[in-house]
DNA sequence: TGAGCCATGAAACATATGTTGCACGAATAT
DNA sequence: ATATTCGTGCAACATATGTTTCATGGCTCA
């Protein structure tokens, strides 16, 4: 058992030891993890009360996981939740030699440059093309690859307001692809990047030649969906390091696309999207404690 | 006339109070403001000793402030920093004002709060989830609903280099999910966020009940998929503006782990990646322009 | 079935907590 | 100059806090 975890945040310890741990004090350390907050100020009595459960619990729990008591506990949770004091924190240098950290610094890096990368995303462009989303009498998306994923997201989106209307292009399989089915008045979403792959592209021309409004998102003006795009809306794809294009970009402009449309559907999207909750919920997909 | 701040927060009128008060008081009164996150987790006691004062000094502050004593005080500073909520889907979507450019504001909002969550990303837990990864004889990857597009995401990245040992829950559709398939030595990666479906949760369970590495992509600690993770990988899903959580995070989450765990991989791993990416441009999955 | 173990709740314990009364000293008013 | 008020520290108070102990009930294992 190599529990090599030198420096763990007390929740995370709390929560991997929580399957092991009796039933009592099982949901003991759910509430716990759930209302940390009131579990650093709130006395043990109170949360005993509003948990419904004996003050002596959160004692054991305490306890069971390694603290001398709840006191040290509540010590360690307050302590993590100290905000981050406008601290210096000379451990933020740009050091870049390779060292058993190297990891860290790869993952750094990554997640800078794409927090930088979001700021260059045209917000007008993506608004100008929710519209023409929303005035479309279907909506077809089509990503393929490794952008399969940025168009599943923004098809489960917009299906939950505007069930009936839009359509993940080869959704049932390669076979499923029929660029014949668009129309004028439909508009068809096409996500893709250097290298394009070839479905892409056909959907893309497809779209241009049945008249549909084409909304392209791409990582460059020059992508071949982007040729005769009513809409472009570009990312940068090539600028985090890494071994792949970074597709956080893509994802972002997705979930933006879709946050736009459902405003612009007005009350009608939001009942839509509130009826596609009940139906869910009615239907257990969604996890319940009381399981 | 009354007072002029309807609803002043207890720090704004505790300094508003200040100069009124007799010196030891306000000495007490400015720790008390400067440190007000210790305010409400330390004892009086503790205080007065931090701050070379009386413990009797901080009841007369609270009364001399018009609270009953120091408990109110402190109970109305500790409401004062709770922190927000995040509300349900549908709640969150009213109360946004209509204007011209709404939309563009909208979209604004959402990448700046996205690009600010992306740096509370630990990027030391990634690379040690990087490892498990690379160190598991197979790997499972389970997201559904919305998060299945970042399941889907994963899973292409790692199949690049890794094809044979990585398999995506589900994939074939709901009645593909075999949970008993999880054995010691593999790594179930499951990605949630709330509220958490069903199918997710009962995967980490039985993922843990396995004995398989359990790396958990989630909004929260509380999450139920969090419960007896090895690796728990926490992105911001509420943060952002709009009707629907962000998954932004989780795709940053995605791409670092399939970065990092390429990279462990080595030269083996860069190998097959160059095999696949032949096979895709042999068999005319990439578009060329003379194609 | 019986013995032992463990989880759980209630009550008793020692202690720390917030509060209040008191004494002393300085500043102010008469 | 004296009397009074007010600010301040100290110590005692009543109480709430975290902890521990004990009795009970359910469970497992022999």
Redesign the interface.
């Given at each position: 058992m190599a529990q090599a975890q030198p420096k763990a945040?007390p929740?995370?310890e709390l929560?991997?030891?929580?399957?092991?741990l009796p039933m009592r004090l099982q949901e003991v350390g759910?509430f716990v993890?759930?209302n940390?907050?009131d579990a650093?100020?709130r006395s043990m009595r109170e949360l005993a009360a509003v948990a419904g459960a004996d003050p002596a619990s959160f004692t054991r729990l305490a306890k069971a996981i390694g603290y001398s008591g709840w006191d040290e506990l509540r010590a360690a949770l307050?302590e993590a939740r100290?905000?981050a004091q406008a601290a210096p924190f000379s451990g933020r240098a740009r050091g870049r030699r390779a060292g058993p950290?190297?990891?860290?610094t790869?993952?750094?890096e990554?997640?800078?440059a794409?927090?930088?990368g979001?700021?260059r995303?045209s917000?007008?462009a993506?608004?100008d093309a929710?519209?023409a989303l929303h005035g479309a009498d279907r909506v077809w998306i089509a990503g393929f690859?490794?952008c399969?994923?940025?168009a599943?997201?923004l098809t489960?989106?917009l299906r939950?307001f505007r069930p009936g209307a839009v359509q993940l292009v080869g959704g049932s399989g390669p076979d499923d692809i029929d660029h014949g089915a668009f129309r004028a008045g439909d508009a068809v979403v096409v996500i893709g990047f250097a290298?394009?792959?070839?479905a892409?592209?056909l959907s893309a021309r497809a779209a241009h030649r049945a008249g549909a409004t084409l909304i392209a998102i791409a990582d460059t003006i020059a992508a071949?969906m982007a040729e005769g795009a009513d809409h472009l809306l570009l990312y940068e794809a090539a600028a985090?390091?890494?071994?792949?294009p970074?597709?956080?970009g893509a994802?972002?402009i997705a979930?933006?696309l879709?946050?736009?449309a459902?405003?612009?559907g007005g009350a009608g999207a939001?009942r839509r999207?509130?009826e596609t909750?009940d139906r869910?919920?009615e239907t257990?997909?969604?996890?319940s404690?009381r399981g």
């Open positions: 945040s929740l995370n929560c991997s030891a929580l399957p092991s759910r993890a759930a940390d907050y650093t100020t307050t100290r905000p950290n190297a990891d860290v790869l993952v750094n990554k997640l800078e794409e927090a930088a979001l700021g995303i917000s007008t993506i608004a929710a519209r690859r490794s399969r994923s940025v599943e997201l489960y989106q939950l290298p394009y792959s070839t892409s592209v071949p985090s390091p890494g071994f792949f970074s597709l956080t994802i972002a979930q933006s879709a946050a736009v459902f405003t612009l939001k999207l509130e909750e869910l919920a257990s997909q969604y996890f404690e």
